[in-house]
Nanobody, 122 residues
Framework: QVHLVESGGGLVQPGGSLRLSCAAS????????MGWYRQAPGKQRDLVASASRVGSTNYADSVKGRFTISRDNAKKTVYLEMNSLKPEDTAVYYC????????????????WGQGIQVTVSS
């Protein structure tokens, strides 16, 4: 079982910044990809950014140039630095990990954090 715990959310004014953190724990053989998704009320959960264990990154078009994802593999932690925040960024942000739990099977599964609220408002 992989547990993901998010932190760093909250209320921020437009143009401000926040840094989200997500730490993974549990019995894990390897974490292939870690990323962040977000879901606003009445909308589907969409990818914000993801990062492979070797540093490849992927971003949604709406956050390119404003958000930066990074990983600390030793700490099993992924970060999302959010700058120039807009009201449209308001959502619940979910940490995701694509991980292999068993070295014997090699099968990859997805795990989700509880979600953390980010509100951008004056």
């Amino acid at each position: 079982q992989v547990h993901l715990v998010e932190s760093g959310g909250g209320l921020v004014q437009p143009g401000g910044s926040l840094r989200l953190s997500c730490a993974a724990s549990g019995s894990i053989f390897s974490i292939n990809v870690m990323g962040w998704y977000r879901q606003a009320p009445g909308k589907q959960r969409d990818l914000v950014a993801s990062a492979s264990r070797v540093g490849s990154t992927n971003y949604a078009d709406s956050v390119k140039g404003r958000f930066t994802i990074s990983r600390d593999n030793a700490k099993k932690t992924v970060y999302l630095e959010m700058n120039s925040l807009k009201p449209e960024d308001t959502a619940v942000y979910y940490c995701n990990a694509a991980a292999v739990v068993s070295r014997w099977s090699g099968f990859e599964d997805n795990f989700w954090g509880q979600g953390i609220q980010v509100t951008v408002s004056s």
